[in-house]
């Protein structure tokens, strides 16, 4: 298989660049190197069709299923991989040009099975901007889960809470995002456009699945949750600094519901390549948009892990009978 490198570019001989930082090193191997090559190819982060090909056969054929829902965990949220059946899981390690997870609460493995009659791959481990990969990178796999047959995302996260009625442990469902990093010139989509996955410039008016957000109201009221549950707008922030209060007052202005650092890439590269998208928040701490609530405790990745592990039994719930209600339909 051919090597790519933590750039989405061809590497020098095995391929294994592992740790998602660049080296720096020529392509062509003879230590001074074809300057202008290595630009380009460092400029160019996306990974060719081909390669997102090879790595969707790795998977079908090991796992010996095709899925049809793609399932990405958020921090914490690794356990909505665990309630599959009859599952084949692949280490990222294992899986050849997949980059590997750096963050407590991503396991780093793909999980292939069963869940309420479906076949679902789910990410046990996402990756984010701040671990020091380009976008591209950070969202490959949800291109990976398309060339796989996978038609619906679901994408969890675990986010702060800026909206004043959000409670800690609240399940915000996703309709719309403000995309803080593309306002800064990063988009997953950077770089030549192969229109095999979908088309220069898509539009996202319309990129949470509004039947599926529904789907989801009703699910939330039958498990007795609906007070606990809201349709919001979430921000990526770059991470890996949790926001500061000036920053937090900005994105409520602008409407933003809750925030995180991560999904948003993966929502716009699921478009692109027409996926149809649910994704929502687990409300794991709440954001003070005021200087005077401010108090001693300030937000931390333990809290949003245990937060996390705590809510799981309901995320897995939602989940699951979402599942069940797309698997019924078709
Ligand atoms: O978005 P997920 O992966 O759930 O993780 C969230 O939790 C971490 C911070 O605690 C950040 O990575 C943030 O994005």
Known sequence: MTGYNAKGDMATSNGNHRNGHCNGSSSNGNGTGDRQADDLAQENQTYPYEVIQEIADFIVKGAGMRPKIGIICGSGLGSLADIITDAKIFEYEKIPNFPVSTVEGHAGKLVVGHLEGAIVMA????FHFYEGYPLAKCSMPVRVMKLCGVEYLFATNAAGGINPKY??????????HVNMLGFAGNSPLQGPNDPRFGPR????????????????????????????????????????????????????????????????????????????????????????TEYSDMKDEEATHEEVMSVAKNRQKACCELVARLVREIQAES
């Open 123 to 126: 990410m046990q481990g996402r």
């Open 167 to 176: 409670a800690v442990g609240d399940i915000m469902l996703m309709h719309d």
């Open 201 to 288: 410039f898509p539009a996202l008016v319309n990129s949470y699945n509004k039947d599926l957000i529904n789907k989801a109201l009703e699910i939330g009221k039958s498990m007795g949750i609906e007070s606990n549950m809201h349709v919001g707008v979430y921000s990526c922030l770059g991470g890996p600094t949790y926001e500061t209060i000036a920053e937090l007052k900005a994105l409520r202005m602008m409407g933003v519901d809750a925030v995180g650092m991560s999904t948003v890439h993966e929502v716009i590269t699921a478009r692109h390549c027409d996926m149809k998208v649910f994704a929502f928040s687990l409300i794991t701490n709440k954001c003070s």
